[in-house]
């Protein structure tokens, strides 16, 4: 081998390029650009024309197929073959689902898309398969695509190189803001909720008139979002100006009802509009929901009766209470209110992502429409002076038809000596014959566009009253011209024309029109005291039982509580005690947390009830320690099974959620062992050692929670049992026989809290407990 070559390096190809190189460069290069193709080229739209590519491909080829909103309709299934096959290499199922949702006047403000057939409803419900359903385009999409013939943008290579597609379309209106857009792309994310078009146009015409318009006056011309399934919005004008000002932000949207009146003083509700993007029958669901979980207790039930309109009727189970208070629960625990963000990231000139205020999007519009008119204008303005060159060729052989004739019928190369010949006619541009004057030397020749139309003119068209028309149409086309040529150079006259399309556009699609007229409104939110539960429920005498195992039912009305109660096989009662359906049911379990039931939730007496710990978060470790009726300003004593306790306010131990509030702090291996009633100025403790201890209340701390302090000392074993008594009246329990009996001189058993106490009175219980 020569010592000139150069040896062979086996990280690089022939070219020189490496073959190799290190891991983190390569994946960091090629997720960037899955990521700018993602952020490109499928969820963000272009802030020109409101659209992503898949959109703008699907308007395109319908285009393309002549499916004019007055033409025929075509079917679905040959629309988004089209569009897969010379646009948009990907799967059918997305572009056809993307051509639908064009077409579903509840999810686009103004639809692009003319469907015929099932294209899905405001239910949810999807659209039939692309062969049974057809579609063409809307005014709408038409006005989009106006210009498009006529340079008004740019194109390019489609992803075959064998087509040309718009890279963005001329939008006669601001569609991003008119229809809105949403998408998640990689890292960022937009959502733009649709508007009212005429009070868009309304905005660009202020902005035309002056550029610095401020973004409160905006607001004044566009108060706010204008969904197409109506609604309420509820949100402060303070806090839209700042959405709109920052691009970020949310309104907060309500459902639109009413309340019918029915006979002997009864009424109900009908919902009328539902929220944006809120499926129907989802929404039905979430309400029978929280009928049958009782989060609101006064919905009695919930109808569908909706046809071509939305009727969802709620009956309440009370007239005890007003309207808007069932309504304002409704708003909390279902669909019927929400809340809809606004995060205006879009592309800027189709390549630069950024969150974009409100001005900055309707700005973007408008330069987007001055190039768009200046494009077209230059488009026109060739297109008249190639047609000005014709009718002066025209002209010229008109005023020379028989030396025309004669080269025609003899010359052997007609075009050539045409272009050759020395012409007198209308290159001065003469009014007449008689006013014309040859022209200077050198020219006179016809060009090669001239000669080619001369010769291939119609025999018909050799008459003088052709001759008077193309005079005609040349000084028309030189007016035109003139006017253009006006328009090209001054930007006042082009922000004129401007505003005059806009107001064409606005007169067609304006509020005037059934599709334009505004159905979104405004309110007040107003503020939402705390409805008591005393005021949504009918009140009625319950009684309370609960097994051992935790099955628990509310009984209508006060049984005997000593009968006989049904419980399943191998289960036995615990708990049972007179109540209200208005009163709240706390649990105290061996966790140390306090949970709260609803008595109006709690299931019906004729069953055996239900597991409560489907009702609340209890951990299938703890047990129920005690269980009992809320009762305001009461006090509670709560202990753990070491002997630490305290006391605490009943009010503090309510809990909001399924999950409890935790009063009592225990360590591993301790577990709640009693809670009871403050009632009296002592506290009596027994310990497993059956030792009796009574202490004044008064050195207990009062807490809302801890872990408690000492109240028994052990040396084996731990805590019992406890109650509070009246030390006049002594301490009382129950001899196996049934018999109250009473041990009234207590003072063997006095102390001091924390103190070992002393054995338990002659027939005190075997198990300890003082009830």
Same mark, same amino acid.
């Given at each position: 081998?020569?010592?000139?070559?150069?040896?062979?390096?086996?990280?690089?190809?022939?070219?020189?390029?490496?073959?190799?190189?290190?891991?983190?460069?390569?994946?960091?290069?090629?997720?960037?650009?899955?990521?700018?193709?993602?952020?490109?080229? !499928?969820?963000?739209?272009?802030?020109?024309?409101?659209?992503?590519?898949?959109?703008?491909?699907?308007?395109?080829?319908?285009?393309?197929?002549?499916?004019?909103?007055?033409?025929?309709?075509?079917?679905?299934?040959?629309?988004?073959?089209?569009?897969?096959?010379?646009?948009?290499?990907?799967?059918?199922?997305?572009?056809?689902?993307?051509?639908?949702?064009?077409?579903?006047?509840?999810?686009?403000?103004?639809?692009?898309?003319?469907?015929?057939?099932?294209?899905?409803?405001?239910? @949810?419900?999807?659209?039939?398969?692309?062969?049974?359903?057809?579609?063409?385009?809307?005014?709408?999409?038409?006005?989009?695509?106006?210009?498009?013939?006529?340079?008004?943008?740019?194109?390019?290579?489609?992803?075959?190189?064998?087509?040309?597609?718009?890279?963005?379309?001329?939008?006669?209106?601001?569609?991003?803001?008119?229809?809105?857009?949403?998408?998640?792309?990689?890292?960022?994310?937009?959502?733009?909720?649709?508007?009212?078009?005429?009070?868009?146009?309304?905005?660009?015409?202020?902005?035309?008139?002056?550029?610095?318009?401020?973004?409160?006056?905006?607001?004044?011309?566009?108060?706010?979002?204008?969904?197409?399934?109506?609604?309420?919005?509820?949100?402060?004008?303070?806090?839209?100006?700042?959405?709109?000002?920052?691009?970020?932000?949310?309104?907060?949207?309500?459902?639109?009802?009413?309340?019918?009146?029915?006979?002997?003083?009864?009424?109900?509700?009908? &919902?009328?509009?539902?929220?944006?993007?809120?499926?129907?029958?989802?929404?039905?669901?979430?309400?029978?929901?929280?009928?049958?979980?009782?989060?609101?207790?006064?919905?009695?039930?919930?109808?569908?009766?909706?046809?071509?309109?939305?009727?969802?009727?709620?009956?309440?189970?009370?007239?005890?209470?007003?309207?808007?208070?069932?309504?304002?629960?409704?708003?909390?625990?279902?669909?019927?209110?929400?809340?809809?963000?606004?995060?205006?990231?879009?592309?800027?000139?189709?390549?630069?992502?950024?969150?974009?205020?409100?001005?900055?999007?309707?700005?973007?519009?408008?330069?987007?429409?001055?190039?768009?008119?200046?494009?077209?204008?230059?488009?026109?303005?060739?297109?008249?002076?190639?047609?000005?060159?014709?009718?002066?060729?025209?002209?010229?052989?008109?005023?020379?038809?028989?030396?025309?004739?004669?080269?025609?019928?003899?010359?052997?190369?007609?075009?050539?000596?045409?272009?050759?010949?020395?012409? @007198?006619?209308?290159?001065?541009?003469?009014?007449?014959?008689?006013?014309?004057?040859?022209?200077?030397?050198?020219?006179?020749?016809?060009?090669?566009?001239?000669?080619?139309?001369?010769?291939?003119?119609?025999?018909?068209?050799?008459?003088?009253?052709?001759?008077?028309?193309?005079?005609?149409?040349?000084?028309?086309?030189?007016?035109?011209?003139?006017?253009?040529?006006?328009?090209?150079?001054?930007?006042?006259?082009?922000?004129?024309?401007?505003?005059?399309?806009?107001?064409?556009?606005?007169?067609?699609?304006?509020?005037?029109?059934?599709?334009?007229?505004?159905?979104?409104?405004?309110?007040?939110?107003?503020?939402?005291?705390?409805?008591?539960?005393?005021?949504?429920?009918?009140?009625?005498?319950?009684?309370?039982?609960?097994?051992?195992?935790?099955?628990?039912?509310?009984?209508?009305?006060?049984?005997?509580?000593?009968?006989?109660?049904?419980?399943?096989?191998?289960?036995?009662?615990?708990?049972?005690?007179?109540?209200?359906?208005?009163?709240?049911?706390?649990?105290?379990?061996?966790?140390?947390?306090?949970?709260?039931?609803?008595?109006?939730?709690?299931?019906?007496?004729?069953?055996?009830?239900?597991?409560? !710990?489907?009702?609340?978060?209890?951990?299938?470790?703890?047990?129920? &320690?005690?269980?009992?009726?809320?009762?305001?300003?009461?006090?509670?004593?709560?202990?753990?099974?070491?002997?630490?306790?305290?006391?605490?306010?009943?009010?503090?131990?309510?809990?909001?959620?399924?999950?409890?509030?935790?009063?009592?702090?225990?360590?591993?291996?301790?577990?709640?062992?009693?809670?009871?009633?403050?009632?009296?100025?002592?506290?009596?403790?027994?310990?497993?050692?059956?030792?009796?201890?009574?202490?004044?209340?008064?050195?207990?701390?009062?807490?809302?929670?801890?872990?408690?302090?000492?109240?028994?000392?052990?040396?084996?074993?731990?805590?019992?049992?406890?109650?509070?008594?009246?030390?006049?009246?002594?301490?009382?329990?129950?001899?196996?026989?049934?018999?109250?009996?009473?041990?009234?001189?207590?003072?063997?058993?006095?102390?001091?809290?924390?103190?070992?106490?002393?054995?338990?009175?002659?027939?005190?219980?075997?198990?300890?407990?003082?009830?």
């Amino acid at each position: 081998m020569s010592d000139d070559i150069p040896p062979i390096d086996p990280t690089l190809d022939p070219t020189g390029v490496p073959l190799a190189e290190p891991l983190r460069r390569a994946l960091g290069e090629r997720y960037l650009q899955y990521a700018l193709s993602t952020i490109m080229h !499928r969820a963000l739209p272009d802030a020109r024309d409101g659209l992503k590519p898949v959109h703008r491909r699907i308007l395109y080829a319908m285009r393309e197929l002549k499916l004019s909103s007055t033409g025929g309709f075509r079917k679905s299934a040959k629309i988004s073959g089209d569009v897969m096959g010379n646009y948009h290499p990907h799967g059918d199922a997305a572009i056809y689902d993307a051509m639908a949702r064009l077409a579903q006047d509840f999810n686009v403000r103004y639809p692009l898309v003319d469907g015929q057939g099932n294209f899905g409803n405001i239910d @949810g419900d999807n659209p039939a398969a692309a062969r049974y359903t057809e579609a063409r385009l809307t005014a709408a999409a038409e006005a989009l695509l106006e210009g498009l013939a006529e340079n008004a943008v740019d194109f390019r290579a489609n992803y075959d190189g064998t087509l040309e597609e718009p890279v963005v379309l001329p939008a006669a209106f601001p569609n991003l803001l008119a229809n809105g857009s949403s998408g998640i792309a990689v890292g960022m994310a937009t959502n733009i909720p649709p508007h009212n078009l005429h009070e868009l146009i309304d905005a660009c015409q202020a902005l035309i008139r002056d550029p610095d318009l401020a973004d409160e006056k905006l607001v004044d011309l566009i108060p706010g979002p204008d969904f197409p399934t109506g609604g309420i919005v509820v949100e402060p004008r303070e806090s839209i100006e700042e959405t709109y000002r920052t691009g970020r932000g949310a309104f907060r949207l309500r459902a639109a009802w009413e309340v019918e009146q029915l006979p002997r003083g009864l009424w109900q509700i009908v &919902v009328t509009e539902i929220p944006y993007q809120v499926a129907k029958s989802k929404l039905i669901e979430k309400l029978a929901e929280v009928i049958q979980t009782r989060k609101v207790p006064i919905l009695a039930d919930v109808r569908d009766e909706s046809a071509d309109d939305v009727r969802i009727v709620l009956e309440p189970r009370s007239r005890n209470v007003e309207p808007e208070m069932l309504m304002n629960m409704l708003y909390r625990n279902s669909d019927l209110e929400l809340r809809f963000s606004l995060n205006m990231n879009v592309l800027i000139d189709g390549r630069t992502p950024r969150v974009c205020s409100l001005k900055e999007v309707l700005r973007a519009f408008l330069d987007h429409r001055r190039e768009v008119l200046i494009r077209r204008s230059q488009h026109r303005m060739a297109k008249i002076d190639h047609r000005l060159e014709v009718l002066e060729g025209f002209i010229v052989a008109f005023l020379n038809l028989d030396r025309v004739i004669d080269i025609i019928r003899y010359d052997e190369a007609p075009r050539d000596a045409l272009m050759r010949e020395r012409w @007198g006619g209308s290159f001065p541009r003469a009014a007449s014959e008689a006013d014309y004057v040859p022209p200077p030397p050198g020219e006179g020749e016809l060009s090669e566009l001239q000669a080619e139309a001369i010769l291939n003119m119609r025999l018909r068209s050799l008459r003088r009253l052709e001759e008077m028309e193309l005079r005609k149409e040349r000084n028309a086309l030189t007016e035109e011209r003139a006017a253009l040529d006006d328009l090209l150079g001054s930007e006042k006259l082009q922000w004129k024309r401007i505003g005059k399309e806009l107001a064409a556009v606005q007169a067609q699609f304006g509020k005037d029109t059934d599709l334009g007229r505004r159905r979104t409104r405004f309110a007040e939110a107003g503020h939402v005291e705390e409805v008591p539960l005393e005021a949504m429920i009918d009140r009625e005498p319950v009684t309370i039982v609960c097994s051992k195992m935790g099955w628990i039912r509310a009984m209508k009305g006060h049984v005997a509580l000593d009968q006989e109660f049904k419980f399943k096989d191998g289960d036995e009662g615990r708990f049972a005690f007179h109540a209200e359906t208005t009163d709240r049911i706390v649990l105290f379990g061996s966790n140390g947390r306090f949970y709260t039931l609803s008595a109006a939730n709690l299931p019906g007496g004729r069953g055996m009830g239900e597991p409560v !710990r489907l009702m609340i978060d209890l951990p299938n470790e703890a047990r129920i &320690v005690d269980l009992f009726a809320h009762r305001a300003g009461e006090r509670l004593i709560v202990a753990s099974s070491e002997g630490d306790g305290f006391v605490v306010p009943a009010d503090e131990v309510i809990a909001q959620t399924r999950a409890g509030r935790q009063v009592l702090n225990l360590r591993d291996g301790t577990r709640a062992a009693v809670c009871r009633h403050v009632a009296g100025d002592h506290v009596a403790v027994v310990g497993e050692n059956r030792k009796v201890l009574v202490f004044p209340l008064e050195e207990l701390p009062e807490m809302g929670r801890g872990k408690g302090v000492r109240l028994q000392k052990y040396k084996d074993g731990g805590l019992s049992d406890l109650t509070t008594i009246t030390l006049a009246q002594g301490l009382s329990w129950k001899d196996p026989a049934g018999r109250t009996r009473t041990e009234t001189g207590l003072e063997e058993w006095l102390g001091k809290r924390a103190s070992a106490g002393r054995m338990a009175p002659r027939g005190f219980p075997r198990d300890n407990r003082f009830t």
